[in-house]
């Protein structure tokens, strides 16, 4: 299977009149956040591949107008072709923001994954804004991650 990964800026690669050749042979997209809806919304165009998101820090306004022909799998499990994608989007609060949220709040959002953790056995794939801790974060607090 072929995943396209995306996140926080847009590619000129796919951001022009090859988009649709670039996504030949492309199983899945998964979008990891902070990225602008029209620009998913537009990879919409090109591809009958689900295009999954989980939300950024800078996404609240996917709230009233989430983008059109995508799925929003945060707190959930998606299974795609047998693969189990778990999705947990946001990241640290440094701020007031729908999708930022202390370590206690995130401990809290994965205790309420656990039926379906069960009930998946696991999952396969983690999608999410913030990685987990040590795991390719960056410095800066919104792409840090969680304990």
């Known amino acids: 299977m072929k995943i396209l990964a995306i996140s926080d800026v847009p590619s000129k690669l796919l951001w022009d009149e090859s988009v649709r050749k670039r996504l030949e042979g492309i ?3 998964l979008s990891c956040g ?3 809806k029209k620009y998913l919304e537009y990879l919409t165009n090109f591809t009958t591949v689900p295009i999954l998101y989980v939300h950024g820090n800078h996404d609240d306004c996917y709230d009233q107008f989430p983008p059109e022909g995508c ?4 707190d959930m499990i998606y299974v795609h ?3 189990r ?3 947990l989007g946001g990241s640290h609060r440094y701020r007031d ?3 930022m949220y202390t370590e206690a709040q995130m401990r809290r959002r994965i205790r309420r994954l656990w039926f379906q953790l069960h009930k998946y056995g696991g999952f396969d794939i983690l999608v999410t804004h913030a990685p ?5 974060d960056f410095d800066s607090i919104s792409h840090r991650g969680f304990s």
């Open 27 to 29: 199983d899945l997209i």
């Open 132 to 136: 987990a801790f040590h795991i390719n």
């Open 97 to 99: 923001g729908k999708y």
């Open 71 to 74: 799925t929003c799998i945060d």
């Open 81 to 83: 072709q047998g693969i």
């Open 34 to 36: 902070d990225l602008p």
């Open 85 to 87: 994608i778990l999705g």
